[in-house]
């Protein structure tokens, strides 16, 4: 149990270690090119898409949905708090300078990117065939095959 939010928490912190680094190449590199910083926010998005492509095509793999899309959907709950009360104050700025729309508007754009990043990975591997379920009833089709039937005789 304690591996599982082992799990979890890197996972939570590996999300908003992107969101940090973006945040710092955005204030080191490019303070006040708005262009520049839209296209470093929008890499990061992108990161964090395929990173929890990857971890649903790993975890969905080996367990069944209903067990690791409560660890992702936690890892995701704690990574956008971080991101969006502590990330700014990282970088020197308060969380609700833009205003209640700004604030809310990054929650739901950082909702909306993990859901399709974990989406993704997980129909990739439901295409694929490697999914936990798909294996299992691969392998019951297989073992039932496998053995002929027994004939009675009365």
């Given amino acids: 149990m304690a591996q599982r939010w082992r799990a979890v928490g890197v996972l939570a912190i590996a999300l908003f270690a992107v969101n940090v680094v973006a945040r710092l190449v955005i204030r080191l590199g490019f ?10 926010s929008l890499g990061m998005f992108i990161v964090i898409g395929l990173m929890l492509a ?26 956008v708090g971080l991101t969006v009360l502590i990330g700014p104050l990282l970088v020197g700025n308060n969380p609700f300078a833009g205003g209640g729309s700004t604030f809310f508007a990054q929650i739901g754009l950082y909702l909306v990117v993990t ?40």
């Fill in 31 to 40: 303070d006040g090119d708005d262009s520049a910083a839209d296209r470093v």
């Fill in 115 to 154: 859901t399709i990043g974990t989406m993704l990975g997980y129909l990739l591997l439901v295409t694929l065939g490697r999914d936990y379920r798909s294996r299992n009833l691969q392998r019951y089709a297989e073992t039932s095959s496998a053995k002929p039937r027994r004939v009675v005789r009365r």
């Fill in 54 to 79: 990857g971890v649903a095509f790993v975890w969905g793999e080996r367990r069944r949905l209903g067990s690791w899309a409560g660890d992702v959907a936690a890892a995701i709950g704690v990574a």
